[in-house]
Nanobody
Framework: QVQLVESGGGLVQAGGSLRLSCAAS????????MGWFRQAPGKEREFVAA????????YYADSLPGRFTISRDNAKMTVYLQMNSLKPEDTAVYYC?????????????????????WGQGTQVTVSS
């Protein structure tokens, strides 16, 4: 049973930083791509970033040039999202996700339908 548990969310002022973590369990972590998504109140869930199983490849949402960085530590079975220069519009619940099939990497990982397992989410609130 794959489990994903996010942490690190909270309240931060505009311009501040947060680092989200997503701890995985239940299977070999290093064989699967991971993704971060977010959902703001009244809006659809949107793609934030994805990282390949080795960490060598990443995708980011076009709306986040240079502010967010995804990384992973396969030994710790954890994926991270470093968020800098936060804006009020970054306020959302942030989710990590992974696929059931290993060793897949492609542009389609920007779609939430490509993921089979999701965490419960962590709230990020950015005050102005």
């Amino acid at each position: 049973q794959v489990q994903l548990v996010e942490s690190g969310g909270g309240l931060v002022q505009a311009g501040g930083s947060l680092r989200l973590s997503c701890a995985a369990s239940g299977r070999t972590f290093s064989s699967y791509a991971m993704g971060w998504f977010r959902q703001a109140p009244g809006k659809e869930r949107e793609f934030v970033a994805a990282i390949s199983w080795s960490g060598a490849n990443t995708y980011y949402a076009d709306s986040l040039p240079g502010r967010f960085t995804i990384s992973r530590d396969n030994a710790k079975m954890t994926v991270y999202l470093q968020m800098n220069s936060l804006k009020p519009e970054d306020t959302a619940v942030y989710y990590c996700a992974t696929r059931s099939a290993p060793y897949y990497w492609g542009y389609e990982l920007r779609r939430d339908s490509m993921y089979n397992y999701w965490g419960q989410g962590t709230q990020v609130t950015v005050s102005s």
